[in-house]
C-alpha cells in the first residue's frame, strides 16, 4: 500500500463548479499535511498547508480527518486557471526529514 | 532574482555517462532536496541535505552521487547513465524541516538518456 493514495482523475468540471479530492495516507504518526499545485510537469507549488481544525483560503478549503487517515481540497466556484493537478503531502513523524507525495489528482475546469 | 535555481533545463545524454545537474538557492535555506518525477509515481527523495557537508539518502538513491560543500549549491551527479534514469529532476530547498514548513521547488531539469 502507498504511503499517500490519491484517485488520479481527471476530474473533468464546468466552470463555477465545485470540486473536492481526497487523499489518504497510511502512517498514524504523520505529522503535517500539505496540498501542492503541479501544473503540466512544471515544478510543485504549495496551495496551503492543511491544520487539524480545518482551513480556508479563498475559495479554497482544506480538512483534516486523523481518525480516517485522509485530507481533503475543496475548490469552489472552480475556474479555467485552476486546471492543474493537485499533490497530497505528508510529512511523517520519525521520518526524517521528509516529506512524502502523493502522485496526485488531475483537474481539468472547461468553460 | 532569490529563489532556486536548476541547470540545465533539458539534458540529453547517453547511457554509461556522466552528467551533473545543478542546484542553486539564493535564500540559505539550510535544507535542500533532489527528487525525480516519474509516470505513475509521485515524487520520489533521492537524496537530501540538512546543510553543508551534510547529505542523506532518500527512498531511491542508487546511481547518484550528491555533494554540499556550500549552503547555496547542492549538484547531483549520475556517475554512469542508464536509460531509467530517464525523468524529470526537481531541486527544492527549506528554511528547516518538520512542522509546517514547505519546500520550495526549482523549475526542474527534464533528462533524456538514449
Known amino acids: 500500500r502507498k504511503e499517500v493514495e490519491q484517485d488520479p482523475g481527471p476530474f473533468n468540471v464546468p466552470e463555477g463548479a465545485t470540486v473536492a479530492f481526497n487523499c489518504t495516507y497510511s502512517?498514524?504518526?504523520?505529522?503535517?499535511f500539505f496540498w501542492y499545485r503541479q501544473d503540466c510537469r512544471k515544478e510543485p507549488k504549495l496551495l496551503m498547508s492543511?491544520?487539524?481544525s480545518g482551513n480556508e483560503d479563498g475559495r479554497f478549503t482544506a480538512q483534516l480527518n486523523r481518525a480516517s487517515q485522509y485530507i481533503s481540497l475543496l475548490i469552489r466556484d472552480s475556474k479555467l486557471s485552476d486546471s492543474a493537478t493537485y499533490l497530497c503531502?505528508?510529512?511523517?513523524?520519525?521520518?526524517?526529514?521528509?516529506?512524502?507525495f502523493g502522485t496526485g489528482t488531475r483537474l481539468q475546469v472547461f468553460p | 532574482d532569490a529563489g532556486i535555481t536548476q541547470s540545465p533545463r533539458y539534458k540529453i545524454t547517453e547511457t554509461g555517462r556522466q552528467v551533473t545537474l545543478m542546484c542553486h538557492q539564493t535564500?540559505?535555506?539550510?535544507?535542500m532536496f533532489w527528487y525525480r518525477q516519474d509516470l505513475g509515481h509521485g515524487l520520489r527523495l533521492i537524496y537530501y541535505?540538512?546543510?553543508?557537508?551534510?547529505?542523506d539518502k532518500g527512498e531511491v538513491p542508487d546511481g547518484y552521487v550528491v555533494s554540499r560543500s556550500k549552503t547555496e549549491n547542492f549538484p547531483l551527479t549520475l556517475e554512469s547513465a542508464t536509460r531509467s534514469q530517464t525523468s524529470v529532476y526537481f531541486c527544492?530547498?527549506?528554511?528547516?524541516?518538520?512542522?509546517?514548513?514547505?519546500?520550495?521547488f526549482g523549475d526542474g531539469t527534464r533528462l533524456s538518456i538514449l
Open positions: 527544492a530547498s527549506s528554511e528547516r524541516t518538520g512542522g509546517r514548513q514547505p519546500q520550495h
Open positions: 502512517n498514524s504518526a504523520s505529522q503535517s
Open positions: 492543511v491544520y487539524s
Open positions: 503531502v505528508v510529512n511523517i513523524k520519525g521520518y526524517g526529514d521528509k516529506l512524502i
Open positions: 535564500w540559505s535555506h539550510s535544507y
Open positions: 541535505s540538512a546543510a553543508a557537508d551534510i547529505t
